[in-house]
C-alpha cells in the first residue's frame, strides 16, 4: 500500500510540473520574431576546370570546395571519370566526409534536331542521367534545349568561340523553323517528366543558347509541359540582352541559381560586357520567397584559389531571406 501511495505521490507531482510551466510561458509578452537565414552556397566543380583542357578530377573539386567555405558541390558530368555506380558512390561519400551536399548535376543534351532517333537518343540520355542524380542522393540537374548546330569554327576560333561572339544566337537548320525546334523540345522532355517523378529529380531548365536562349524560350518549354518536375535553372550571365527583366520574368519559377563570376576578365570576352549586379538579384529572390542553393560558376581568368573564395563573399553577402 505505501509503494502504491508513493506512485501516485510521484504521478501527481509529475502531472502539475507541466501546468506551473505553462504558466510561467503565459506570462511572456507575445513578441514577433523576425530573423534571416542566409541560402546555402555550393560551387560547381566547372569552377575549377572551365573546359580547359586539363586534369581536375572531381576529388580535388570537392576538398578545394570545403576548404573554402561552401556548403555543397555541383557535379559537371562530363567532367566525372566514370559513370558505375562504384564510383559514383565513392564520390558521394568524398562529399559527405567533406561536410558537403552533393546538391546538383550539370548534364548535356539536345532535343533541337529533325532527326527523330537523334532526339529519342538524347531522351534516353537524360533519363540515365537523372538515374545517376538518384543514385548520388542529388536533387536537380541541370538540362539544356540543345541548339541549332549552325555554327562554324572559323580561323583559331572553336565552333563556341564564334557563337559567343554571336552571343548565342545561330541561323535556324535550313528547311525548318523554331515552332519545329520548340515542339522537338516540348515532346523530348515531356517524355523524360516520368523518370524525373519516379527518382526524384527535378529537371532545371537552363537559360543556355539554342531555344533557351531568352526567358521567353525557356518559359514556353516549362509552361507547355506544366509539371512539377520541370521548373528552371536560372543562369546569371547566360542574358546579355535585357537581363534584369529576363532573370525577373524565370525568378518565380527557379528551383537553382547558377551564379557567373569573371574575376580576371571573363574567358569569353564578351562576358566581359556583362555587369550582374548580385545585391538585386538577391532582394529579387527574396521578393520571390527562393529559399534554395546558389551554385558558383567561376568563368575567369584569375586564379581559382583566389577567385573562388571572393566569388564566396559576393554570394553570401547577396543571397538571404526572412524568417518570422
Same mark, same amino acid.
Request: some cysteine; aromatic content about 10%.
Given at each position: 500500500?505505501?509503494?502504491?501511495?508513493?506512485?501516485?505521490?510521484?504521478?501527481?507531482?509529475?502531472?502539475?510540473?507541466?501546468?506551473?510551466?505553462?504558466?510561467?510561458? &503565459?506570462?511572456?509578452?507575445?513578441?514577433?520574431?523576425?530573423?534571416?537565414?542566409?541560402?546555402?552556397?555550393?560551387?560547381?566543380?566547372?569552377?575549377?576546370?572551365?573546359?580547359?583542357?586539363?586534369?581536375?578530377?572531381?576529388?580535388?573539386? *570537392?576538398?578545394?570546395?570545403?576548404?573554402?567555405?561552401?556548403?555543397?558541390?555541383?557535379?559537371?558530368?562530363?567532367?566525372?571519370?566514370?559513370?558505375?555506380?562504384?564510383?559514383?558512390?565513392?564520390?558521394?561519400?568524398?562529399?559527405?566526409?567533406?561536410?558537403?551536399?552533393?546538391?546538383?548535376?550539370?548534364?548535356?543534351?539536345?532535343?533541337?534536331?529533325?532527326?527523330?532517333?537523334?532526339?529519342?537518343?538524347?531522351?534516353?540520355?537524360? $533519363?540515365?542521367?537523372?538515374?545517376?542524380?538518384?543514385?548520388?542522393?542529388?536533387?536537380?540537374?541541370?538540362?539544356?534545349?540543345?541548339?541549332?548546330?549552325?555554327?562554324? #569554327?572559323?580561323?583559331?576560333?572553336?565552333?563556341?568561340?564564334?557563337?559567343?561572339? &554571336?552571343?548565342?544566337?545561330?541561323?535556324?537548320?535550313?528547311?525548318?523553323?523554331?515552332?519545329?525546334?520548340?515542339?522537338?523540345?516540348?515532346?523530348?522532355?515531356?517524355?523524360? *517528366?516520368?523518370?524525373?517523378?519516379?527518382?526524384?529529380?527535378?529537371?532545371?531548365?537552363? &537559360?543556355?543558347?539554342?531555344?533557351?536562349?531568352?526567358?521567353?524560350?525557356?518559359?514556353?518549354?516549362?509552361?507547355?509541359?506544366?509539371?512539377?518536375?520541370?521548373?528552371?535553372?536560372?543562369?546569371?550571365?547566360?542574358?546579355?540582352? &535585357?537581363?534584369?527583366?529576363?532573370?525577373?520574368?524565370?525568378?518565380?519559377?527557379?528551383?537553382?541559381?547558377?551564379? $557567373?563570376?569573371?574575376?580576371?576578365? #571573363?574567358?569569353?570576352?564578351?562576358?566581359?560586357?556583362?555587369?550582374?549586379?548580385?545585391? #538585386?538579384?538577391?532582394?529579387?529572390?527574396?521578393?520571390?520567397?527562393?529559399?534554395?542553393?546558389?551554385?558558383?560558376?567561376?568563368?575567369?581568368?584569375?586564379?581559382?584559389?583566389?577567385?573562388?573564395?571572393?566569388?564566396?563573399?559576393?554570394?553570401?553577402?547577396?543571397?538571404?531571406?526572412?524568417?518570422?
Amino acid at each position: 500500500m505505501k509503494r502504491r501511495s508513493l506512485i501516485k505521490t510521484i504521478t501527481a507531482a509529475a502531472i502539475g510540473t507541466p501546468f506551473l510551466g505553462h504558466s510561467k510561458i &503565459n506570462r511572456i509578452p507575445n513578441k514577433k520574431f523576425i530573423k534571416t537565414k542566409q541560402n546555402p552556397v555550393a560551387t560547381s566543380t566547372y569552377s575549377f576546370w572551365q573546359f580547359n583542357g586539363s586534369e581536375t578530377p572531381i576529388e580535388y573539386c *570537392i576538398e578545394k570546395t570545403a576548404e573554402f567555405g561552401f556548403d555543397g558541390v555541383e557535379l559537371l558530368l562530363i567532367q566525372m571519370e566514370s559513370e558505375k555506380n562504384s564510383y559514383l558512390q565513392k564520390i558521394k561519400k568524398r562529399a559527405f566526409d567533406a561536410g558537403l551536399d552533393i546538391m546538383g548535376l550539370s548534364t548535356h543534351q539536345s532535343f533541337v534536331s529533325p532527326d527523330k532517333s537523334k532526339r529519342q537518343q538524347n531522351i534516353e540520355l537524360t $533519363k540515365h542521367q537523372i538515374e545517376i542524380a538518384h543514385s548520388l542522393g542529388i536533387p536537380t540537374i541541370r538540362i539544356n534545349t540543345g541548339r541549332w548546330g549552325t555554327t562554324k #569554327a572559323r580561323g583559331n576560333k572553336s565552333e563556341f568561340d564564334v557563337l559567343m561572339d &554571336n552571343k548565342g544566337v545561330e541561323p535556324v537548320i535550313d528547311g525548318y523553323t523554331e515552332e519545329d525546334g520548340f515542339k522537338w523540345v516540348i515532346d523530348s522532355i515531356a517524355e523524360c *517528366i516520368p523518370t524525373a517523378e519516379k527518382n526524384g529529380v527535378v529537371l532545371g531548365l537552363e &537559360n543556355h543558347w539554342g531555344l533557351g536562349l531568352t526567358s521567353k524560350g525557356v518559359l514556353r518549354i516549362v509552361n507547355a509541359i506544366n509539371s512539377p518536375w520541370l521548373s528552371v535553372t536560372l543562369d546569371t550571365g547566360n542574358f546579355f540582352e &535585357n537581363r534584369e527583366e529576363q532573370i525577373k520574368d524565370l525568378a518565380p519559377h527557379t528551383c537553382l541559381i547558377q551564379a $557567373k563570376t569573371y574575376f580576371g576578365g #571573363a574567358k569569353w570576352p564578351a562576358f566581359d560586357e556583362i555587369d550582374i549586379d548580385y545585391p #538585386a538579384i538577391g532582394k529579387l529572390m527574396r521578393e520571390n520567397n527562393y529559399r534554395g542553393y546558389i551554385s558558383l560558376e567561376f568563368e575567369g581568368n584569375e586564379d581559382a584559389n583566389t577567385a573562388i573564395p571572393k566569388s564566396l563573399k559576393i554570394l553570401r553577402d547577396s543571397f538571404y531571406y526572412k524568417l518570422s
